[in-house]
């Protein structure tokens, strides 16, 4: 759907202008049904990856303890057409945890979409957390914004809407290297390698970057399969199996979630 010629502002108005085409033709469902098998047979909205049905559904009965708004955002999202795209609710629930293990309170989220994963975060902070969220869809991040107001969690979170990458060199920039105690790394996956230099310069030592949908449906296996997304998911994953920087976990939850600790 997004095209490689393409710089990321351009990216975005391509994207708009499908979506409202689709939606002007009364075909959101083919377009999330074309999400859907674009995005692989095994990871359906809401699931971890490889889970069937049924245990997805015992997972979830019997270790979901989602705030209300959390709740309602999903269940609006799923009506979204690009809905497949929500993290996983015990995904959000396990980062919320991150969150508290390791004591943040600054964190960074690159791609927001209709505010799910930030709401969790949010959640989980203390008083004084902050987070800073970059998208590039004011559309999305509308959702985003009502359920944050909702939740009571607006004031921890400063939306930038922006290509991620000239927020986080703005931010190194600014000096704002090692400082962040997290970031999540969910958005456009050509860019996965260029989001976590950046992060690794902008955590601080001992702080955590979690990076979502690295088995990527399990495309990234299959080495028939020369995706340029699947290709820059892979080579990334390669990189950070070897990279003495950081202390790595990849957890097959949700789509695949690589938990990277920089060095002290
Ligand atoms: C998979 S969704 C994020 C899901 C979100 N974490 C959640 O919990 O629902 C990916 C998001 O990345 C955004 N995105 C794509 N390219 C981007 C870019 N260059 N900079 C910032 N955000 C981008 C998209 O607009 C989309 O909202």
Not at 60 to 71: N, P, V
Not at 173 to 185: L, M, R, Y
Not at 207 to 233: C, F, H, K, S, Y
Request: with cysteine; hydrophobic share 40%; net charge negative.
């Amino acid at each position: 759907m997004e095209s490689k010629s393409l710089n990321q502002g351009q990216q975005f108005s391509f994207r708009e202008l499908v979506k409202q085409i689709l939606r002007n033709l009364g075909l959101e469902q083919v377009a999330r049904k074309l999400r859907e098998s674009l995005l692989g047979g095994t990871q359906s909205s809401g699931k971890s990856l490889g889970l069937s049905d049924h245990l997805s559904v015992y997972l979830q009965s019997t270790s979901l303890r989602e705030h209300e708004s959390l709740a309602q955002l999903r269940q609006e999202t799923e009506q979204h057409p690009f809905g497949i795209m929500q993290t996983p609710p015990e995904e959000g629930q396990f980062i919320a945890l991150l969150i508290q293990l390791i004591g943040a309170k600054k964190t960074l989220e690159v791609g927001v979409f209709t505010g799910y994963s930030t709401l969790a975060v949010a959640l989980a902070l203390p008083p004084d957390g902050k987070i800073i969220a970059c998208d590039i869809s004011e559309e999305d991040t509308a959702i985003a914004r009502r359920y944050w107001q909702k939740a009571g969690v607006a004031h921890k979170i400063d939306l930038h809407l922006a290509p991620a990458l000239s927020t986080l060199d703005r931010l190194l920039a600014e000096g704002s290297a090692n400082t962040f105690d997290f970031a999540f790394i969910d958005a456009d996956k050509q860019n996965y390698d260029n989001y976590y230099e950046r992060l690794l310069q902008l955590v601080r030592p001992g702080g955590l970057i979690a990076i979502d949908n690295v088995l990527w449906a399990g495309r990234v296996a299959d080495p028939a399969n020369q995706e340029a997304e699947t290709t820059a998911i892979r080579s990334l994953n390669q990189k950070i199996h070897h990279d003495s920087r950081v202390v790595i976990s990849l957890l097959p939850i949700a789509d695949g979630l690589t938990l990277a600790m920089k060095k002290t």
